[in-house]
């Protein structure tokens, strides 16, 4: 793992960004190590990234739409009118039934609701991480293939979104069409058609190619970069198409840790970046369909909460598209999130400046946006009660802020294992830790400004 410390203008603060750890994909971790990461309380924003182990998907067709039997479903966004409550849509052989009947509710646009309305609709979420990003394929990282079973259960502990990380890279032929193997994609429709049958919103990604660490998008922009441009358009127009008759909780996002090798945060790398975003965006809406509405998330560099990055992401062409969310991945605090040296976190101090570190950056930043953390957590190696009494004041605090949390789970095991469930038979691992997060997301929308503290977390 590399990391490198830079500091930013005098409106921001000093950040370490993680590099890629190519050669720790073990049993009980592996993987790589992103950017990211969130200013800490003494203006050092922590690092974020992932760790990652591995799963594989199962094949199957591409799937179309379909809510979970005998529910209504959640509610339809993205289309500005109408909208499905799905309530069929049963898998045979992995291919889907005929889709959801129209249920009550739905239609509006993401732009048309409050960052309190998403977060009633889709907090908390889940990654499942280290499967289908994983190198070259999704048993590569240690984990077994993801089955219907434990997305079934991972809705069943509450959780309302499944994040669905997937590296294309090896998947993808030449140029100039860039197909992409048509098993690949077979696995990664069946695993999202699972998590929306079952009820939940997904959100689709291309999640090591931006990394900075051996990816195909690069950065600085070279003389190549009008090709990775064109590549990237190449790419998200075919993944566009096979979730197109997907209803609006399908989502797609763009990137991951959009990243210069080393890490950083540089006004080049920005600039390339707002490139990449928007030759990924007009791929997607240029498809048509349900995807002219579908809900498009984007991350500043690093997917940092940076505040230079984060005002240079605002200057796409789309940003006040009325379907775009922003993404940005948090570990905070470093010391505690993304680290196997114990760190007694629960102090007083330490509900503060977790609070500070949205209401003073995040939510002063972006005031207004649709905003989810899409990575968090802690690692194993910290003591579990205060990991459970983290998770419960962090998912408070950013459900309070309007923010939706996504855990950042790799399965596996060891201290540097983020995992709550089984991935074998979906069983809870870390049931204290799960219980917080509901809490924390109960007590978060309970009534507006409900942070957590020591006293009453």
Avoid at 416 to 440: H, Y
Wanted: charged fraction near 10%.
């Amino acid at each position: 793992m590399k990391k490198l410390l830079y500091v930013l203008t005098a409106t921001s603060v000093a950040v370490w960004v993680g590099g890629c750890e190519s050669a720790g994909r073990t049993s009980s971790s592996g993987g790589a190590i992103g950017s990211g990461g969130i200013p800490d309380s003494g203006g050092v924003p922590a690092t974020g990234g992932q760790l990652s182990t591995g799963g594989t998907g199962v094949g199957g067709t591409t799937a179309a739409r379909g809510g979970a039997t005998g529910d209504a479903g959640p509610r339809d966004l993205g289309s500005g009118s109408g909208g499905t409550q799905a309530s069929g849509g049963s898998t045979t052989g992995g291919r889907t039934g005929s889709g959801g009947s129209s249920g009550t509710g739905g239609g509006s646009t993401i732009g048309q609701l409050t960052p309190q309305e998403v977060v009633a609709l889709m907090t908390p979420g889940w990654n499942l991480g280290n499967s289908f990003d994983a190198s070259p394929d999704e048993t590569s990282w240690g984990n077994p293939t993801p089955t219907q079973t434990l997305i079934n259960a991972v809705h069943s502990a509450g959780f309302k979104t499944l994040r669905l990380p997937v590296t294309w890279t090896n998947h993808i032929g030449a140029s100039p069409s860039y197909t992409i193997d048509s098993a690949w994609m077979g696995k990664v429709t069946q695993t999202a058609q699972w998590a929306i049958e079952a009820g939940m919103y997904v959100f689709v990604n291309t999640h090591h190619e931006a990394d900075g660490n051996g990816g195909w998008v690069t950065f600085p922009q070279t003389s190549a970069a009008t090709g990775v441009a064109d590549e990237v358009t190449a790419v998200w127009k075919q993944i566009a198409t096979a979730f197109k008759s997907f209803d609006s909780r399908l989502m797609l996002e763009c990137f991951n840790e959009p990243n210069e090798a080393g890490g950083g945060n540089t006004p080049q790398a920005q600039t390339d970046l707002n490139m990449y975003l928007e030759a990924c965006f007009k791929a997607i809406r240029d498809t048509s369909g349900a995807n002219a509405t579908r809900i498009i998330m984007i991350q500043p560099v690093g997917a940092s909460p940076i505040q230079s990055g984060i005002q240079s992401m605002q200057k796409v062409s789309f940003i006040n598209d009325p379907n775009l969310v922003i993404s940005l991945h948090t570990y905070y605090p470093t010391k505690f999130g993304l680290s196997t040296t114990p760190y007694a976190w629960g102090s007083s101090s330490d509900y503060t400046n977790m609070q500070n570190s949205i209401a003073q950056q995040i939510r002063v930043w972006l005031p207004t946006q649709i905003i989810f953390v899409g990575e968090w957590g802690s690692m194993a190696a910290q003591a579990t009660a205060n990991r459970a009494a983290h998770a419960l004041a962090y998912a408070q605090d950013l459900t309070t802020a309007g923010i939706v949390p996504i855990w950042w789970d790799n399965g596996g095991s060891g201290s540097s294992s983020f995992a709550l469930f089984d991935r074998k038979t979906g069983a809870q691992t870390q049931p204290t830790i799960v219980s917080g997060i509901m809490t924390g997301v109960k007590n978060g929308q309970a009534a507006s400004n409900t942070w957590a503290t020591l006293a009453n977390p």
